[in-house]
């Protein structure tokens, strides 16, 4: 049974630093694409991040803040943010695609974690 978790959310300053965790079960991270969505009140989720293999891609709002890395030993991924801003305050959600590449569409992605919440302010 496929399941991710995640966690790590909280409340930060802006320009402070936060790093999530999407623990994986019942599939082995190395054969799956992983996607970090965001999603805050009233908008529609986005993409923020994904890996493959080696490969990593950004949305241009986080390029250069956040980084993900992934630690196949305890199969989780992770999402470093820095220099976090108020914009940035939403749910995070990790996804994963059996197949394929890195996709930026939401329905792309077959499973799906619970969230955790993410808030920037002061």
């Known amino acids: 049974q496929v399941q991710l978790v995640e966690s790590g959310g909280g409340l930060v300053q802006p320009g402070g630093s936060l790093r999530l965790s999407c623990a994986a079960s019942?599939?082995?991270?190395?054969?799956?694409?992983i996607g970090w969505f965001r999603q805050a009140p009233g908008k529609e989720r986005e993409f923020v991040a994904g890996?493959?293999?080696?490969?990593?891609y950004y949305a241009d709002s986080v390029k250069g803040r956040f980084t993900i890395s992934k630690d196949n030993t305890k199969n989780t991924v992770y999402l470093q943010m820095n220099s976090l801003k108020p914009e940035d305050t939403a749910v995070y959600y990790c996804a994963a695609r059996g197949r394929g590449y890195i996709y930026t569409t939401p329905s792309e992605y077959n499973y799906w974690g619970q969230g955790t919440q993410v808030t920037v302010s002061s």
């Open positions: 019942g599939f082995t991270l190395d054969y799956y694409a």
């Open positions: 890996i493959r293999w080696s490969s990593t």
